[in-house]
């Protein structure tokens, strides 16, 4: 089956606008995560999702980071006002359900702030 | 709090060669689990392999295995026989099995460059 899609793929933009990226979990997958892996880096946890609730945000680096998910499906995660350390690639994984072994990610967003 | 220390950045090795990818963790949960990721150039992240704190056997997928030392807190993973297909950057992660605010997100080192060398 289909697994999880991300776009845009490369997003390109000026410091100061805002950006929002899209997740699309695997089907029935309750669980959504959003990590973000700088150049060099491991991945670092942003937020999770249960549902369309946000039991975790502890990661978000910033209230300029926000993001929210509906219909149990779809995540928007949206950075306002970028800055040149904002560049990263953001990936989304999911799981069938909270606390399952197995996460699955998706390709990533590779955005640039020029 | 849990950390994850990968100290090798980058690592080259002979095609059919067995290698070893080391990962130390540090953590207060009595109940843990340790996962391996690969992540080709194309950037996706590939689910290999899970050890539980509490599986007494090392956990084994095809020619990957965990070579687990709870005492020693480490998890490193062995490749055997590896293919050019194995180049990639590997993650070691982990996290708490309680269901508790906090253990359901992944915690992951810096990773490993492997370079399969033909």
């Known amino acids: 089956g289909a697994g999880v899609s991300q776009s845009p793929s490369n997003k390109v933009t000026e410091k100061g606008k805002d950006v929002e990226l899209r997740c699309d979990p695997i089907s029935g997958h309750t669980a959504l995560y959003w990590y973000r892996q700088s150049l060099g880096q491991g991945l670092e946890f942003l937020i999770y999702?249960?549902?369309?609730?946000?039991?975790?945000k502890s990661g978000l680096p910033s209230d300029r980071f926000s993001a929210e998910r509906t219909g149990g499906s779809v995540s928007t995660l949206t950075i306002q006002r970028t800055q040149q350390e904002d560049s990263a690639v953001y990936l989304c994984a999911s799981s069938l359900k909270s606390f399952s072994y197995e996460q699955y990610f998706g390709p990533g967003t590779r955005l640039t702030v020029t | 709090a849990q950390k994850i220390t990968q100290t090798q950045p980058g690592m080259f090795v002979q095609e059919k060669e067995a290698v070893t990818l080391d990962c130390t963790y540090d953590t207060s949960d009595q109940s843990y689990g340790l996962f391996w990721y690969k992540q080709p150039s194309s950037g996706e992240m590939i689910f290999l392999i899970y050890q539980g704190s509490y599986d007494e056997q090392n956990a084994t997928e095809g020619r990957y295995s965990l070579n687990f030392q709870k005492a020693r807190k480490s998890a490193n993973l062995v490749i055997s026989a590896s293919q050019l297909g194995d180049s990639a950057m590997y993650f070691c992660a982990m996290r708490g099995l309680i269901s508790n605010f906090g253990n359901e997100k992944l915690t992951f080192g810096t990773g490993t460059r492997l370079t399969i060398i033909p």
């Open positions: 999702f249960q549902g369309n609730s946000a039991p975790d």
